[in-house]
């Protein structure tokens, strides 16, 4: 069982930023790729980004604006937004999978977080 706990979400202007953190309780993540979704009131889950030990993907529509990165210690994997539009606006998750391949398919995530919200104005 891999207990993830997501922080950082809040209420921004649009052209702001936040940074959002993911941390593995009482474990790092070796052995396991990361994915960052998104939720928004009325729509599906969709993928925002995922960090591997080869690669680093993300979404065509946070490219540029969004990153991922992830401490020396693998404790924690962050999702840096930049840019921040209202159309960012959801519940931001994270979720971690078996093995050294990341995914964008939602249903290919062992555990999640339980989500952090995100609310951007304009």
């Known amino acids: 069982q891999v207990q993830l706990v997501e922080s950082g979400g809040g209420l921004v202007q649009a052209g702001g930023a936040l940074r959002l953190s993911c941390a593995a309780s009482g474990r790092t993540f070796t052995g396991y790729a990361t994915g960052w979704f998104r939720q928004a009131p009325g729509k599906e889950r969709e993928f925002v980004g995922s960090?591997?030990?080869?690669?680093?993907n993300y979404a065509d529509s946070v490219k540029g604006r969004f990153a991922i990165s992830r401490d020396n210690a693998k404790t924690t994997v962050y999702l840096q937004m930049n840019s921040l539009t209202p159309e960012d606006t959801a519940v931001y998750y994270c979720a971690v999978r078996r093995g050294s391949v990341s995914s964008r398919n939602v249903y290919e995530y062992d555990y999640w977080g339980q989500g952090t919200q995100v609310t951007v104005s304009s």
């Open positions: 960090i591997s030990w080869t690669n680093i």
